[in-house]
């Protein structure tokens, strides 16, 4: 089991920055993949972005050249900078690991860091 602990989240004028980081408990190197995902009121949860345990990265359309995420493996971390921040970014972030068998794999989640964009 790997627990997942969200900072980093607050409240942000449009057109700010926010930079989320996501610990783990245990080491990501052999982590299949980590994600942020969102979940704004009344709306199902969506991936943001996600990165794969050999770099590569995968972000939402709707977050793409504003976001980017990281990871590291040192300190067992995956961080999501969000720039040009709009309004409809406004929601609960939750960080996300897939770990284990690779078609059966194992999911943790965080308990989420609020996110509030003004306009």
């Known amino acids: 089991q790997v627990q997942l602990v969200e900072s980093g989240g607050g409240l942000v004028q449009a057109g700010g920055s926010l930079r989320l980081s996501c610990a783990a408990s245990k080491s990501i190197f052999s982590i299949n993949a980590m994600g942020w995902y969102r979940q704004a009121p009344g709306k199902q949860r969506e991936l943001v972005a996600d990165i794969k345990r050999a770099g590569s990265t995968g972000y939402a359309d709707s977050v793409k050249g504003r976001f980017t995420i990281s990871r590291d493996n040192a300190k067992n971390t995956v961080d999501l900078q969000m720039n040009s921040l709009k309004p409809e970014d406004t929601a609960v972030y939750y960080c996300?690991?897939?770990?284990?068998?690779?078609?059966?794999?194992?999911?943790?989640w965080g308990q989420g860091t609020q996110v509030t964009v003004s306009s």
């Open positions: 996300n690991a897939l770990y284990g068998s690779t078609f059966f794999p194992s999911s943790s």
